[in-house]
């Protein structure tokens, strides 16, 4: 199933989503309007995950239909087999924009495995990411179903909605400071020094989604 219950969280990236969303959205839709320069007529609606909604994620159809988009060029079955990213939010706006949400505590968070798919999901992966990292210009050699899967998903169902749908979508990175339960990073340079360390291992430094991938810093002291 693509709607995934979860338990409030307690600790770690999870805790901290779900309180910005629940209790605290205004500092995220701050943050998300001024890197977007959105009017304040254009509302931000968050869908995921939501207390009254068993703080769910979601993944593969039922986020696109929770999204309430429809990619009629190139459908999300036909690009990428189940068992797709588990997005930590979704958002969308009145004017139609949505926001697929990634968030981090702890920098180690950020190095994924490999996909761990079998043949026949692998090569459609494969498929799916190279195509993506051709688009990007991306010269690097590196594998990207490997080392940093997590965030190179994530950019591939950003360039499935964005390009091959014309669907105005957004990859939304949200990393927490001062998680000292969870020895993350206390200032923003940290954070930018790691995402600038990953774009270069991928090749993607300057790409032709960089002005949809919003990174955002939001302090837990904030949250409490």
Same mark, same amino acid.
């Given at each position: 199933?693509?709607?995934?219950?979860?338990?409030?969280?307690?600790?770690?990236?999870?805790?901290?989503?779900?309180?910005?969303?629940?209790?605290?959205?205004?500092?995220?839709?701050?943050?998300?309007?001024?890197? /977007?320069?959105?009017? %304040? #007529? +254009? @509302?931000?609606?968050?869908?995921?995950?939501? $207390?009254?909604?068993?703080?769910?994620?979601?993944?593969?159809?039922?986020?696109?239909?929770?999204?309430?988009?429809?990619?009629?060029?190139?459908?999300?079955?036909?690009?990428?087999?189940?068992?797709?990213?588990?997005?930590?939010? /979704?958002?969308?706006? %009145? #004017? +139609? @924009?949505?926001?697929?949400?990634?968030?981090? $505590?702890?920098?180690?968070?950020?190095?994924?495995?490999?996909?761990?798919?079998?043949?026949?999901?692998?090569?459609?992966?494969?498929?799916?990411?190279?195509?993506?990292?051709?688009?990007?210009?991306?010269?690097?050699?590196?594998?990207?179903?490997?080392?940093?899967?997590?965030?190179?998903?994530?950019?591939?169902?950003?360039?499935?909605?964005?390009?091959?749908?014309?669907?105005?979508?957004?990859?939304?990175?949200?990393?927490?400071?001062?998680?000292?339960?969870?020895?993350?990073?206390?200032?923003?340079?940290?954070?930018?020094?790691?995402?600038?360390?990953?774009?270069?291992?991928?090749?993607?430094?300057?790409?032709?989604?960089?002005?949809?991938?919003?990174?955002?810093?939001?302090?837990?002291?904030?949250?409490?």
């Amino acid at each position: 199933m693509g709607r995934l219950p979860q338990k409030q969280g307690h600790k770690g990236s999870q805790k901290w989503i779900q309180r910005l969303v629940n209790d605290s959205p205004r500092i995220i839709n701050s943050l998300m309007r001024q890197n /977007l320069q959105l009017p %304040d #007529s +254009d @509302k931000i609606k968050w869908l995921s995950p939501l $207390a009254d909604d068993d703080y769910a994620e979601y993944r593969d159809q039922a986020f696109i239909d929770l999204l309430d988009i429809k990619p009629f060029k190139v459908k999300l079955s036909d690009y990428w087999p189940r068992g797709g990213p588990v997005w930590d939010g /979704l958002a969308k706006s %009145d #004017s +139609d @924009k949505v926001f697929l949400v990634e968030a981090k $505590a702890h920098i180690p968070e950020m190095v994924s495995g490999s996909t761990g798919a079998g043949p026949g999901s692998l090569k459609q992966i494969q498929k799916s990411l190279a195509a993506t990292k051709n688009y990007l210009g991306s010269k690097s050699s590196n594998d990207w179903s490997s080392t940093f899967y997590q965030y190179t998903n994530r950019l591939a169902h950003l360039y499935l909605l964005r390009v091959l749908n014309d669907i105005p979508a957004y990859l939304v990175f949200v990393y927490f400071l001062n998680d000292h339960e969870m020895d993350g990073p206390t200032t923003t340079e940290e954070w930018q020094g790691a995402v600038e360390l990953l774009h270069t291992y991928l090749g993607i430094r300057k790409n032709r989604l960089s002005k949809f991938i919003i990174d955002v810093c939001v302090d837990v002291r904030d949250l409490w």
